[in-house]
């Protein structure tokens, strides 16, 4: 069966356009800079002496410039993170930086606080992806075409810093609407009939999930192997290597199990608990948290914030255990087949999922809250387990192995509804994430006007001919 992405016309098609250039913004990375007293142009020069092409100031906004190199690197960002340049203007891209560059002086005059902390832990974050992926913390600099990992950090951390008062300005604006039914109603109402969109093919499923079983000797096997570790490191082994070459950590494992944090950071809080309670060069106890067990090795304390390394082992599921799990799931199997008891009945009686066990095994989107997942968009690994199925067919039962994590499962087709035409009654709550979006997006505008006004703006050269959505020009 071919499946047709959502069509947008009319009206629909231009709050999504809309949408696109004003939240595209966060995904481009430029550096913050502050006006001097006069344009200049500076003449870059790679490391081997090879002169590039003259950077110059491009347009100022309150306390900000934006260079012509920040339009390059802003096209540079976006295809590295596989998007698509094709049909995207130097002016498109100037017209985001200066939204950008609006929001983040805006932010400081209304006083809004980004702390450094919280900078530097977005920062360490991000580095650790962009190691991962890359390879180096020397590609990394490369790549950014900085001399030093000093000056890029300087760099990277102006970025981070524009980008969340630019993110927390933008919030401040659109947290503030709301939007009736009524308004809902008006919004479906003005859409011509023919114009309406189309909403693909959706599926509501539930799953019932059984989870193997440890020992007691299972887990005492990992807690002995980690003190173990905390006993030759004790003595003088390094603990980054042990991270390295036995955590099954992958966001930190091939950073000798490196995290750079505070109480904010969005950690479990048995993990925090542990860490925050260590003094400086001290190594826990094994502890237990859902990602298996762990321990921890502080390496600093800066005032609120904590440098620390980590050992992530999950305990080993027997044999025995999976069999019995794969048994006991089939067994329920059965008897919802027999009719001796119904899926939603099993789920909330036997699952070991607490999180859909009330909800008679419901699944929930994470994308839109509620129990609809479009087929288009649907992750992978659900697709591959649900798109099969007919009505009532129950899955056979099938082993769901997320980072060691191993869980039995079944599941269920609850509802199909097929691609059809917007339905106000049918698709409220698609229809009023639109409204809302429209109305987000009116006072974004409304916003831009008056701050445009009151604000020192300049636009240099060539780009005084871009055609803008906002009047940046003041004519």
Known sequence: MSLKTVRMKSLVNKVVVTLFLCFISPLLMHAQEII???VVAIKAVEPSGKRL????????????????????KSFLEISSRGGSIKDITRCQILGSLLEDKLYAHQAVQDSIIVSDAEVKGMMDERLNYMVE????????VKYYQKDSEEEFRTYFFDVLKEQKLTEEMRKKIIDKVEITPEEVREFYKKIPTADLPVFGAELEVAQIVIKPKLT???????????????KECKEGASFATKAVLYSEDPGSSKNGGYYKMTRRTPFVKEFKDVAFSLAEGEISEPFETTFGYHIIYVEKIKGQEVELRHILISPTFSPDALKEAKEKITLIRNKILNKEITFAEAARTTSDEKETRANGGALVNPKTQDTRFELTK?????YTQVSNLKDNEISMPFLEDNQGKKDYKIMIVTNRIDEHTADYAKDYIKIKDLALKEKQIQAIGKWFDAKIKDTYIKVLGEYRDCPFTNNWLKK
């Open 378 to 382: 649907m992750d992978p690994s659900l």
């Open 133 to 140: 992926q890359i390879g180096s913390m020397d590609k990394v």
């Open 36 to 38: 001097k007293d006069s």
């Open 53 to 72: 092409k003259v950077d110059g100031v491009v347009a100022t906004v309150g306390d900000y410039i934006v260079l012509d190199s920040d339009i390059d």
């Open 216 to 230: 007691d000797a299972d887990k005492q096997k990992v807690i002995d192997k980690l003190n173990a570790f905390r």
